[in-house]
């Protein structure tokens, strides 16, 4: 069992940046890809980004390359979330999420690990 507890979100201007964090504890031993999904109102969960537990291989969802950037500590078992140039339809829950079977597998969101989820808003 992995817990994963999520924070940084709040709200913030369009243009301007936010750092998401999430902390992993449990079975931090398993080699866990982690990644982050997010869910706008009235909206289906989407998947935002995801790294290996090497930090070798990421993905991104097409609308956030070149702005978001995910990157994890192993020996702190976290994983963080830098979002720059926000623009308000990123205003949504931001949920951080683990897969053992690697981010690849992570990207498809049929996960058992998953935060509670921290509230993004991007004002215009």
């Known amino acids: 069992q992995v817990q994963l507890v999520e924070s940084g979100g709040r709200l913030v201007q369009a243009g301007g940046s936010l750092r998401l964090s999430c902390a992993a504890s449990g079975r931090t031993d398993s080699r866990y890809a982690l990644g982050w999904f997010r869910r706008a109102p009235g909206q289906e969960r989407e998947f935002v980004a995801a790294?290996?537990?090497?930090?070798?291989?990421?993905y991104y969802q097409e609308s956030v390359k070149g702005r978001f950037t995910i990157s994890r500590d192993n020996a702190k078992n976290t994983v963080d979330l830098q979002m720059n140039s926000l623009k308000p339809e990123d205003t949504a829950v931001y949920y951080c999420?683990?897969?053992?079977?690697?981010?690849?597998?992570?990207?498809?969101?049929?996960?058992?690990?998953w935060g509670q989820g921290t509230q993004v808003t991007v004002s215009s």
């Open positions: 999420a683990a897969d053992p079977r690697g981010a690849g597998a992570l990207r498809l969101g049929d996960l058992d690990y």
């Open positions: 790294i290996s537990w090497s930090g070798a291989i990421t």
